[in-house]
């Protein structure tokens, strides 16, 4: 692990599709943007964010997410996720992650992930079928 630098951020855009729709992943009725759909936008833009310092073999986990959505998104529309590094506690790193379509800010999250070694991690997760 090379050294976290506060700050640093990372964006990623995703287009609001079917698959993405409250009422195809079963979180609510209605054809807009899921909750869920969001949540995954903001770990894999954290993720991104946390790659750059890690070393070979390592990888991060999402560890906790508390998420505020506020807007809803229709199909179709962009959204976009920044996440921020705010705070470095040795392997778990804090991200403020704020998620826009094309009009306003839909949500917002504070979101743990921590640092771990791949093999070592899977290994242990395995262990559980035997």
Do not use: W, Y
Not at 1 to 14: E, P, Y
Not at 37 to 56: H, K, N, Q
Request: net charge negative; hydrophobic share 45%; aromatic share 4%.
């Amino acid at each position: 692990m090379k050294d976290i630098i506060l700050g640093t951020s990372h964006t990623l855009s995703t287009t609001v599709t079917e698959e993405k729709l409250a009422c195809n992943m079963k979180s609510g009725s209605l054809p807009v943007f899921a909750t869920p759909a969001m949540a995954a936008l903001m770990e894999e833009t954290a993720a991104a964010a946390l790659s750059l310092f890690l070393d070979e073999g390592e990888t991060s986990v999402g560890t906790a997410l508390d998420l505020k959505h506020t807007a809803a998104t229709p199909l179709g529309m962009k959204v976009t996720a920044t996440a921020e590094i705010i705070e470095v506690d040795r392997r778990r790193v804090t991200f403020q992650v704020t998620v826009r379509d094309e009009q306003e800010k839909i949500g917002s999250a504070r979101h743990d992930r921590f640092i771990v070694g791949a093999e070592k991690f899977l290994a242990k997760a395995n262990a559980k079928n035997q």
